[in-house]
């Protein structure tokens, strides 16, 4: 755990960076309940009132209600996101509108991220945050792409955990915000930490029956419970994604831990069951029709659309940025073999 530049001279992007307008071929679109179809641009969400006079800690501008009011939500009070459904059904939308919500509203003395991307091919983009908002290994890539590099970052993060844990019960301090209040120059407050996980099940399920595969990623699932079940007191939350919604997958462990979560559209109702414990899913639309569920309520949501050419101009706007870059490093993990 490191001491923070405070970044003193960095400025909040700028929504003319968003598009007012996305032309029907660039984007996916759901229907609505009237067979009439919809796109719920990022800058008109992160432009609306609810966003903009939201006092959450960590508000995330999901989408719009199919009343067309911004649906916007505390990710610190959640305090973790599972996304789930089948493949190309706005899974990835979702992410991306968790972390442009998170860089608007968000300076990097207040917000990291890690990244965990084993297919390698969703989060390149966001290796631009580099010494702004990632929280990374030493020596180690932005954007974690490899099963062992995920299981060193995860345990890193456990250690990171634990740490600010001594600090609170030496203080006798209860959570993050009344450490940061309390914390007697700006360098010592802690940054929320949010760790995105692309496709949780490739990094769960053992590839073939080598006992180091088994090993490294029950460490990994280890990890994640962990983090999960006490990580919210200190600020470190996490958003898990699969497309892989199983009972393999998503066990009731992981469904005990994450209680707020979106759906995008299922194969099958079973699918459903697994992500909501209720069917439905299985008959929304795709292209980023989904169904918010927070404790017990849900509701069905237009999801916030940012284009990759969008994340493009923001990320490059954050790595322009020239105000002192300070990485964010994890704690090495302990080596130890556990007993």
Same mark, same amino acid.
């Given at each position: 755990m490191?001491?923070? =530049?405070t970044f003193a001279d960095y400025q909040l992007p700028p929504l003319d960076l968003l598009d007012e307008y996305i032309p029907e071929d660039k984007v996916s679109e759901g229907k609505i309940a009237n067979g009439r179809r919809a796109v @719920?641009?990022? %800058?008109? @969400?992160?432009?609306?009132?609810?966003f903009r006079n939201c006092k959450a800690e960590l508000p995330v501008a999901i989408g719009r209600t199919f009343? !067309? $009011? @911004?649906?916007?939500?505390?990710?610190?009070?959640?305090?973790h996101l599972l +996304? /789930?459904?089948? &493949?190309?059904?706005? $899974?990835?939308? /979702?992410? =991306?509108?968790?972390?442009?919500?998170?860089?608007?509203?968000?300076?990097?003395s207040e917000l990291k991220f890690v990244f965990l991307d084993p297919k390698g091919c969703e989060f390149s983009a966001y290796s631009r945050l580099g010494g702004h908002y990632l929280a990374t290994l030493s020596g180690e890539n932005p954007i974690v792409q490899t099963k062992d590099q995920a299981g060193k970052t995860l345990e890193a993060l456990c250690e990171e955990m634990e740490a600010r844990y001594s600090h609170l019960s030496v203080g006798s301090i209860s959570n993050i915000v009344e450490y !940061? $209040?309390?914390?007697?120059?700006p360098q010592e407050r802690w940054p929320y930490i949010v760790t995105i996980i692309d496709e949780y099940a490739d990094l769960t399920i053992p590839a073939g029956r080598e006992e180091e595969s088994r090993y490294i990623s029950r460490e990994i699932t280890e990890s994640?419970?962990?983090?999960?079940?006490?990580?919210?007191? @200190?600020?470190?939350?996490?958003?898990?994604?699969?497309?892989?919604?199983?009972? $393999?997958?998503?066990?009731?462990?992981?469904?005990a831990t994450f209680? &707020? %979560? +979106?759906?995008?559209? &299922?194969?099958?109702?079973?699918?459903?069951?697994?992500?909501?414990?209720?069917?439905? /899913?299985? !008959?929304?639309?795709?292209?980023?029709?989904?169904?918010?569920?927070?404790?017990?309520?849900?509701?069905? +949501?237009?999801?916030?659309?940012?284009?990759?050419?969008?994340? !493009?101009r923001l990320t490059t706007y954050v790595e322009s940025q020239s105000c002192k870059k300070t990485p964010y490093t994890l704690p090495e993990p302990d080596s130890a073999p556990k007993a």
């Open positions: 490191e001491k923070e =530049n @719920v641009r990022m %800058r008109s @969400v992160l432009g609306d009132d609810a009343g !067309n $009011k @911004v649906k916007v939500f505390d990710l610190a009070k959640a305090p +996304i /789930a459904g089948a &493949t190309k059904q706005g $899974k990835t939308v /979702a992410i =991306n509108a968790v972390v442009a919500s998170l860089l608007y509203s968000k300076r990097p !940061n $209040k309390q914390a007697s120059t994640i419970i962990r983090l999960a079940q006490k990580g919210r007191a @200190v600020g470190i939350h996490i958003i898990l994604a699969t497309q892989r919604p199983s009972k $393999k997958v998503i066990t009731d462990s992981i469904k209680p &707020t %979560r +979106i759906a995008v559209r &299922t194969m099958t109702r079973a699918d459903s069951r697994v992500i909501l414990d209720s069917p439905g /899913a299985e !008959n929304l639309a795709g292209g980023g029709d989904m169904i918010f569920k927070i404790d017990t309520e849900t509701e069905r +949501i237009q999801g916030s659309y940012i284009s990759p050419e969008e994340i !493009n």
